[in-house]
């Protein structure tokens, strides 16, 4: 808590946002000290980034998965807080309006909450930063849920890093984050709560068409997430290298969309890799340490590089001849329902539509498909990812897809196409993956189980597969779609020189 640590008693309002916990939540435990009531709130915000639909814009508003994990993790928060003699108090609208008006309605004397390092989102805190100070009203931001502040992170040169390896070099050395803190016991409450909605009222669920598979695989909450990382560290932690890669095990763990809405912070998550029994850091950690890093590094560079959710970061890639015109949306729908005729990308795909979630190696080869294979935009690729993922990330969404298309700072090389058979081969051996999201596939001998147009037509009829009719044949010629990007690639580099 680097903030100002002057008392003031009266009432304060937490403002629960992307920190949907009760332990480690900095602004809650400063209000349980300092102040004599404390009213929590969560403001559900469409507007905030409503442009849906507009392509190269700034339209991210909440996604179908989202909104379904977004239901339930608020529920579980309100009946902890409950828990402790509290509740939570839910407005929709501009939290421009909301705060400021509940602030009035309450008498508050200090608002407090964590930042969120994202354009938009920051500028709509200062905003309310300056409304609430102009009301003599106390605002206090807590700093959020990463390892070091984005600012804090420069090169040598005093700018911010553009490359990983760098990057997570000098955050090492900025040592441990601080102890992660434990959750208050009991919460002060007013003697009269202000107006609340009802859970029900924001109508988050209706959206997910897909809420009963989805419901399945997770438990939003505080709870599940702390759950999820004693299995993480208790039975999976000492294999992450080698299991993160094969998608068929269980091997990653899955804390992805906790971390995002905030029901567990990277603070707890970084210590618990300390054995106190050891004396330190237990080292098998570090590969997965690493992957927090990424995380953090996709915070630091949406922070420094805000049009990074529209726009390619490396600017030559404003050329690219993405493909227009005939065959796209058929190209596109085929990919989004996991009918390519590739079973891994297929696979990946049905994977995300079921659960919400697709394993790390697949996102790389179904997002190089997408923009490689069959050179439709990258930004088709975020936004469906955007609505389907439970834990769709403006940083690590974006990042991830500028990653793939090639155009990121430290992106994949344009010219390392994945070759999903190959891939599949690789990373999906035994065919398990492919065999469990495509139950139609599952008779196929394991030596076309990547590659279904190369069995034998007495090989398909044996395992009961009619290619264009119980499975698709492929969408783009296998031979043809490295070749077809990499042509693809070197009209770009062409039009820019003869553009300079
Ligand atoms: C095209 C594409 C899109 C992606 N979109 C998202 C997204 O919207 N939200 C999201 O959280 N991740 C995204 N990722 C990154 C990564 O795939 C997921 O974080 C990971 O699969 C989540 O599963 P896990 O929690 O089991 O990961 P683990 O392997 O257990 O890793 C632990 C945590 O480290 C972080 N992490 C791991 N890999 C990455 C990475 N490559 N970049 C940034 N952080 C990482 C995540 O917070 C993750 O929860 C995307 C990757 C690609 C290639």
Redesign the pocket.
């Known amino acids: 808590m680097a903030e100002s640590m002057t008392p003031g008693r009266g009432t304060a309002i937490v403002w629960f946002r992307r920190d949907l916990r009760l332990s480690d939540h900095y602004a809650l435990l400063r209000a349980c000290r300092d102040y004599d009531r404390v009213i929590p709130v969560f403001v559900l915000f469409e507007d905030a980034f409503s442009q849906r639909g507009k392509k190269n814009s700034d339209s991210w508003p909440l996604g179908g998965a989202q909104r379904w994990w977004l239901h339930h993790s608020l529920k579980q928060l309100d009946k902890s807080l409950q828990d402790r003699g509290s509740k939570l108090i839910f407005r929709h609208g501009d939290p421009l309006q909301e705060i400021p008006a509940l602030v009035k309605q309450t008498g508050a004397s200090a608002v407090l909450w964590h930042r969120i390092y994202e354009a938009q989102i920051a500028g709509i805190d200062d905003k309310i930063l300056k409304v609430l100070e102009a009301a003599g009203c106390k605002a206090l931001p807590h700093r959020g849920d990463l390892l070091h502040e984005p600012d804090a992170v420069k090169s040598g040169g005093g700018t911010p890093f553009k490359v990983f390896t760098p990057f997570w070099r000098s955050l090492v050395k900025m040592g441990a984050p601080a102890e992660p803190k434990a959750a208050p016991g009991k919460i002060p409450a007013p003697a009269n709560w202000p107006k609340s909605l009802d859970l029900r009222d924001f109508h988050l669920e209706a959206h997910a068409k897909w809420a009963f598979s989805i419901a399945e695989a997770w438990v939003p909450g505080e709870a599940g997430a702390k759950t999820r990382l004693r299995a993480?560290n208790d039975e999976k932690a000492a294999r992450?290298v080698p299991d993160?890669d094969i998608p068929s095990i269980n091997g990653?763990?899955?804390?992805?969309?906790?971390?995002?809405f905030g029901e567990i912070t990277?603070r707890q998550?970084w210590h618990s890799f300390h054995d106190a029994t050891k004396g330190g850091f237990d080292l098998r950690f570090e590969p997965?340490r690493r992957?927090?890093g990424?995380?953090e590094?996709?915070r630091h560079s949406l922070w420094h590089f805000p049009d990074a959710p529209r726009a390619p970061m490396r600017a030559e890639f404003e050329q690219f001849p993405w493909r227009k015109g005939g065959g796209i949306s058929h190209d596109l729908k085929a990919w989004q329902v996991g009918l390519t005729g590739y079973p891994l990308v297929d696979a990946g795909m049905r994977e995300l539509w079921k659960t919400g979630?697709?394993?790390?190696r697949v996102?790389?080869v179904?997002?190089s498909f997408l923009v490689k294979n069959l050179r439709i935009h990258w930004l088709e690729?975020?936004q469906w990812?955007?609505d389907t993922?439970v834990?769709?990330?403006?940083?690590?969404?974006t990042?991830?897809?500028q990653?793939?298309a090639g155009c990121g700072f430290d992106a994949a090389p344009y010219f390392r196409v994945f070759n999903p058979v190959l891939q599949g081969k690789r990373f999906d051996p035994e065919g398990l993956y492919v065999k469990k999201w495509i139950p139609e596939l599952k008779h196929l001998p394991l030596k076309y189980i990547h590659a279904p147009w190369e069995a034998p037509e007495a090989e398909l009829a044996r395992a009961r597969v009619i290619l264009g009719e119980t499975y698709p044949k492929p969408v783009v010629d296998p031979a043809k779609g490295r070749e077809l990007a990499l042509e693809a690639y070197e009209t770009m580099k062409i039009s820019r020189k003869t553009s300079k």
Do not use: C, E, K, T
């Open positions: 993480f992450y993160r990653v763990s899955r804390l992805s969309p906790h971390l995002h990277v998550i997965y992957q927090l990424w995380r590094f996709a979630w697709m394993h790390n996102r790389m179904v997002g690729g975020a990812f955007w993922l834990d769709a990330d403006l940083a690590n969404n990042m991830g897809w990653w793939a």
